[in-house]
C-alpha cells in the first residue's frame, strides 16, 4: 500500500514538472522570438567569448564536467549491478553482488577465539556490497569461508563456516555468539565471498534496484529527456535570434541595445549589461531598440510561438 501511495504522489510530481517545464519553454520560445531578451543574448554571447580566451575557466569547466560524467557513470554501474543480481543467478555469470543487511559480520565477538587465533580479519561492515563467486559442491568451501546462503524464510545470510560435513555446512556471524540454527545444503548456497567489496555502498545500489528507486529513476530520466529536448529548441530559437542581433552589430563599435530584459551598452572593447526593472508580464509589447550614434532602430520581432 505504501508503495502505491508513493507511485502516486511521484506520477503527480512528475505531471506537475513536465507542466511546467513546457510551459516555461513555450514562454521562453515567444520572448526569443520577439526580442523580448535581446540585450541579455547578445550579453551573454560577450560574455562567453570572453570566457572562451580565459584558459583558467575553461580547464575549470572541464574539470566539472569531467567529474560530473564520472558521478553519473558511478551510478549507472550500480544500478546495472543491481538489476544483473536481481535477473541472474551464478549458473549464468561469474561473479555476483550481494548488500550485507545486518552487522552479524562486522566485527569479532570476543567469544569466538577461532577468529584470532586463526587471524581472520576479513569482517564485512553493514551495507557493504560484497562479490560472490559460485559455488559447484560442497568441497569448494573450506572452514572457516563466507557463504552467502539462503535460509528457511528465503533470506539471504552472509556468515562464515565454522562446521563442514559431507552434506552440509553450518555458519556463524563473527558479531554473533551461537551458530545458525540452520544446515545448508548446496542448494541453499547462494555462493561463496571472494574478499572484493566496496564499502558502504550497497544501500545505493539497494535502493535504485527496489521498486521505489526505480520509480524514482524512471521520473528521472523522463525530466532529463524532457528538458534536454527543450533546450536542444530554445537553444536553437536562442542562436537564430543571435545571429540576427550580431549581424545588425557587427560593424558597430558603440551601440546601445534596449529590450525588455534590460539594456546592454557597446563602447569600443567594453561593455555593461543592466537589467530592467520593467515587469515582463505587463509589458510584453515593448520592442527591442538599437541606439547608435547617427540613429535609433527597432529591430525586427520574430514570430512568437
Known amino acids: ?59 575549470l569547466r572541464k574539470t566539472l564536467d569531467v567529474l560530473m560524467d564520472i558521478v553519473l557513470v558511478i551510478l549507472a554501474i550500480f544500478f546495472l549491478i543491481g538489476i544483473v543480481d536481481k535477473a541472474m543467478d551464478l549458473s549464468t555469470i561469474p561473479i555476483k553482488s550481494v548488500v550485507v543487511a545486518t552487522g552479524s559480520m562486522s566485527y569479532k565477538n570476543e567469544e569466538n577465539e577461532y577468529l584470532v587465533e586463526n587471524e581472520l580479519n576479513d569482517q564485512i561492515e553493514v551495507n557493504d556490497l560484497i562479490f560472490l563467486e559460485k559455488v559447484d559442491s560442497l568441497s569448494d568451501i573450506k572452514l572457516y569461508d563466507i557463504v552467502c546462503y539462503r535460509n528457511e524464510e528465503d533470506t539471504q545470510i552472509v556468515h562464515r563456516v565454522v562446521e563442514i560435513s559431507d552434506t552440509y555446512l553450518i555458519t556463524q556471524g563473527d558479531a554473533n555468539s551461537v551458530k545458525d540454527d540452520f544446515k545448508i545444503s548446496l542448494d541453499d548456497v547462494v555462493g561463496k565471498y571472494t574478499g572484493v567489496r566496496i564499502p558502504f555502498v550497497g544501500s545505493v545500489t539497494f535502493f535504485l534496484t527496489s521498486s521505489y528507486g526505480m520509480s524514482a529513476i524512471g521520473l528521472i530520466l523522463v525530466l532529463i529527456l524532457t528538458y534536454t529536448s527543450l533546450k536542444s529548441l530554445s537553444d536553437k530559437k536562442e ?44 509589458e510584453k509589447d515593448i520592442s527591442s531598440t538599437l541606439i547608435t550614434n547617427s540613429e535609433t532602430k527597432t529591430l525586427q520581432k520574430g514570430e512568437r510561438k
Do not use: P, W
Open 1 to 59: 500500500m505504501a508503495f502505491y501511495i508513493f507511485l502516486a504522489c511521484l506520477i503527480l510530481l512528475g505531471i506537475l514538472a513536465l507542466t511546467f517545464l513546457i510551459y516555461e519553454f513555450i514562454e521562453l520560445r515567444k520572448g526569443i522570438a520577439s526580442g523580448e531578451f535581446d540585450s541579455q543574448l547578445i550579453y551573454e554571447a560577450y560574455e562567453e567569448k570572453k570566457k572562451s580566451k580565459n584558459k583558467k575557466h575553461q580547464v
Open 239 to 282: 542562436k537564430e535570434r543571435l545571429d540576427y542581433l550580431l549581424k545588425e552589430t557587427q560593424n558597430l563599435s558603440h551601440f546601445k541595445l534596449i529590450s525588455l530584459s534590460g539594456s546592454f551598452v557597446k563602447d569600443n572593447e567594453s561593455y555593461t549589461f543592466k537589467e530592467s526593472e520593467i515587469n515582463q508580464k505587463d
